[in-house]
C-alpha cells in the first residue's frame, strides 16, 4: 500500500491522479499520452490548460466588456450542448434544480423539436436534502418530460455493497450513492444523459471559493475581538449536518480553520476530511517524514495557474478533485448502469474561455458564478437565483448513528483496528465517542474510514 495515497485519501476522499493506493502502481494524469515503444516510456500532455487571465481581464475593463464576455460564454455553451445533443439514442439530462444543470437544460430545449427528458432525484425522509421542489421548477419553464426519483433510506441501504464494490481503490465520496441510483433508474428510459458538471469549478460555484473572498474583510477585524471573542465563541458550539443552524456552526469552523496561514493553508483547511496533525496521529506505519502531500499538491497548483487568485483555486479544482472526485463518481456509477454522461460545460472551448475570465467576475460582492448567472438571467427562471446554494450530499451523519451505526461497529471496533495494524484505535474511539455525543460532526471521517476499511477486506490481500 502506497503511504502517500493513503494520505491523500484521508485528505482528500479521493486519490489525485498520478498516485494509487497500490505501491508501485501509478493512474495517467489527465489530458496526457501513454506511448511505450523501443523499450522505453514516454509521457506527455496532449492538452494542457492556461491559467492566464490577462486577454480577459483588458476586455472586461472596457465599457461593454462583461456584456461582449457573458454573450462570447452563451454561444460557446450553446454550441457545445448542440453538438453533445448528437446521438441515435433516446437522450436526456440531470436536473438539480441549480444554476449549472438548469443551464443545460435550456440550451438542450432550444436546440431541440422535441420535449427533452428530465431526471431528478430527492430524499423522501430528509427534506434538508431534497432539491426536487427546484428541479421541477425548471421542468415547468422548460415544459420537459420531468422524472422525480424519491429515495428513502432503505433505497440507499440496499444498493451500498453495489456501490462500494464498484470502486478498485478507496473512494469516500456519499453522494456516490445517489448518483448511482439516479443513473440507474434514468437509464430505464435513456440511453445517454447530459450533466451539469464542472460549473462550480469553472465559474466559482463553491462555497471555499467564497470562504476565500471573505477572507480579506475577516481580516479587517481588529485580532483581539476576532480571536479571543468571535473565534472562541464559535469553535465551542455544536456543530452537525443534521440541523440547519448546526450546518451553519460547522461552515463557520470552517471558515475560521480557513483563514490562518498562507493561501494553500487557507484552501486545504477549507477542503480536507482528516487535517494534517490528525492523519499524522491516526496513521501508525504510514506515518510520512516531510511535508504534507496534499498541502504540497495544491502548493504546486496553485503555482502552476499564472491566473489571479481565486483562478488559481478554480484551476486546482479543475486539474484534481474534478477528474479524481466527480468526473470518476459519476462516470463509474453511470457506467456501472450502461449510461452514458456527457459534461458540455467541461467542452474545451468552455473550459478555455472561462480560465481567460478573471476571478473577480465571477465572484462578484459576494454572488457565486456571477458571470454565469447573469449570462442566463432572461432565459432561467428568477426563483433559481434566489434559492440557497446546496451539494448533492446523503444524510451521513444521521444514518452513521442511527441505520448505518452497524457499520462503525463492524468496521471501526477497536479489536479489528488494533489487529489491523494501520490506524490507532484511540484516535478513532475519540472520533466515534464525538460524533455519537453531538458535539461536533466528524461523520465524514467516519465514512471515510468505513469506506477504507470495506476496500482493504475487499482488495488488500
Not at 112 to 141: C, M, N, W
Not at 383 to 395: D, I
Request: aromatic share 12%; hydrophobic share 40%; proline share 5%.
Amino acid at each position: 500500500m502506497d503511504a502517500t495515497a493513503l494520505q491523500l485519501y484521508l485528505a482528500f476522499s479521493y486519490i489525485p491522479a498520478p498516485y494509487t493506493i497500490y505501491k508501485g502502481l501509478r493512474k495517467l494524469n489527465p489530458g496526457h499520452s501513454l506511448v511505450y515503444q523501443g523499450g522505453r516510456l514516454q509521457i506527455d500532455p496532449y492538452w494542457e490548460l492556461s491559467c492566464d487571465d490577462a486577454s480577459g481581464s483588458a476586455l472586461m475593463d472596457t465599457p461593454d466588456g462583461a456584456v461582449s464576455i457573458q454573450k462570447r460564454l452563451l454561444q460557446r455553451l450553446s454550441d457545445a450542448v448542440r453538438d453533445q445533443l448528437i446521438a441515435d439514442v433516446p437522450l436526456g439530462a440531470f436536473l438539480s434544480g441549480g444554476i449549472d444543470s438548469s443551464a443545460v437544460v435550456a440550451l438542450m430545449a432550444k436546440h431541440s423539436a422535441t420535449p427533452i427528458k428530465t431526471f431528478s432525484i430527492g430524499f423522501r425522509d430528509d427534506p434538508l436534502y431534497d432539491e426536487t421542489g427546484y428541479a421541477r421548477q425548471v421542468a415547468d419553464h422548460f415544459r420537459t418530460d420531468h422524472r422525480e426519483f424519491k429515495l428513502a433510506f432503505k433505497d440507499m441501504l440496499d444498493v451500498l455493497p453495489d456501490v462500494m464494490d464498484m470502486c478498485d481503490e478507496p473512494f469516500s465520496d456519499s453522494s456516490v450513492i445517489p448518483t448511482y441510483i439516479v443513473s440507474r433508474e434514468t437509464r430505464k428510459y435513456v440511453t445517454v444523459a447530459l450533466s451539469g458538471d464542472g460549473g462550480d469549478e469553472l465559474f466559482g460555484g463553491y462555497r471555499s471559493y467564497l470562504g476565500q473572498y471573505w477572507y480579506r474583510w475577516y481580516t479587517m477585524i481588529p485580532a483581539l475581538f476576532r480571536e479571543a471573542y468571535f473565534e472562541r465563541l464559535v469553535m465551542s458550539l455544536p456543530d452537525s449536518r443534521d440541523t440547519r443552524w448546526k450546518e451553519w456552526f460547522r461552515r463557520a469552523k470552517k471558515f475560521i480553520k480557513g483563514s490562518k496561514g498562507r493561501p494553500e493553508e487557507r484552501y486545504l483547511a477549507l477542503k480536507e476530511i482528516f487535517p494534517e496533525r490528525l492523519r499524522q496521529d491516526l496513521l501508525r506505519d504510514y506515518r510520512l517524514d516531510g511535508k504534507d502531500p496534499a498541502l504540497m499538491l495544491i502548493q504546486r497548483r496553485l503555482q502552476e495557474c499564472g491566473g489571479d487568485s481565486l483562478n488559481a483555486l478554480m484551476y486546482t479544482d479543475v486539474i484534481d478533485s474534478l477528474p479524481g472526485d466527480m468526473l470518476n463518481k459519476v462516470d463509474w456509477m453511470s457506467m456501472k448502469n450502461s449510461l452514458e454522461v456527457r459534461v458540455p460545460l467541461l467542452d474545451h472551448r468552455v473550459v478555455e474561455l472561462a480560465f481567460q475570465i478573471p476571478g473577480r467576475w465571477k465572484l462578484r460582492g459576494g454572488v457565486t458564478k456571477y458571470l454565469l448567472k447573469e449570462a442566463f438571467r432572461d432565459i432561467l427562471p428568477r426563483s433559481l437565483y434566489r434559492r440557497p446554494k446546496a451539494g448533492f450530499e446523503v444524510p451521513i451523519s444521521r444514518w452513521l448513528r442511527t441505520d448505518l451505526k452497524f457499520l462503525v461497529e463492524r468496521y471501526l471496533a477497536k479489536q479489528r483496528i488494533a489487529d489491523q495494524g494501520i490506524f490507532d484505535h484511540r484516535v478513532i474511539d475519540g472520533l466515534v465517542q464525538t460524533h455519537f455525543q453531538k458535539r461536533t460532526d466528524t461523520s465524514w471521517m467516519l465514512w471515510n474510514l468505513i469506506v477504507f476499511q470495506y476496500w482493504f477486506d475487499t482488495y488488500y490481500v
